[in-house]
């Protein structure tokens, strides 16, 4: 089974960006979509974006439209998440996931086949 390991979360100001990886441990080119998905201290876990993997199509939650960008470099078997003007509102734990089936929607968390650990992003104000 493929293995997601997130990076490049911190602590950063507001207004400032990062990037965030996910490295796969197998091919991720057969996958349906990859996604990131972030849960906040005391709130649910929410999607954020999704990229489909067969056209490169993306979607983005309505709180980051403009300010977040998923990109999959199937080569170096990583997913992309570049995030700027960053807000104290996206302070949350982020995870990459692999949906191989289709059969969830896009923020479907319970609908991805594969999860990663997670990586911190802390936005101060």
């Known amino acids: 089974e493929v293995q997601l390991v997130e990076s490049g979360g911190g602590s950063v100001q507001a207004g400032g960006s990062l990037r965030l990886s996910c490295v796969a441990s197998?091919?991720?080119?057969?996958?349906?979509?990859m996604g990131w998905f972030r849960q906040a201290p005391g709130k649910e876990r929410e999607g954020v974006t999704s990229?489909?993997?067969?056209?490169?199509?993306?979607i983005y939650a309505d709180s980051v439209k403009g300010r977040f960008t998923i990109s999959q470099d199937n080569v170096k078997r990583t997913l992309y998440l570049e995030m700027n003007n960053l807000k104290p509102e996206d302070t949350a734990m982020y995870y990459c996931?692999?949906?191989?089936?289709?059969?969830?929607?896009?923020?479907?968390?319970?609908?991805?086949?594969?999860w990663g650990k997670g990586t911190l992003v802390n936005i101060s104000s």
């Open positions: 990229i489909y993997t067969w056209d490169g199509s993306t």
């Open positions: 996931a692999a949906d191989w089936n289709g059969l969830g929607s896009w923020d479907d968390w319970y609908g991805m086949d594969v």
């Open positions: 197998g091919d991720i080119s057969s996958s349906y979509c």
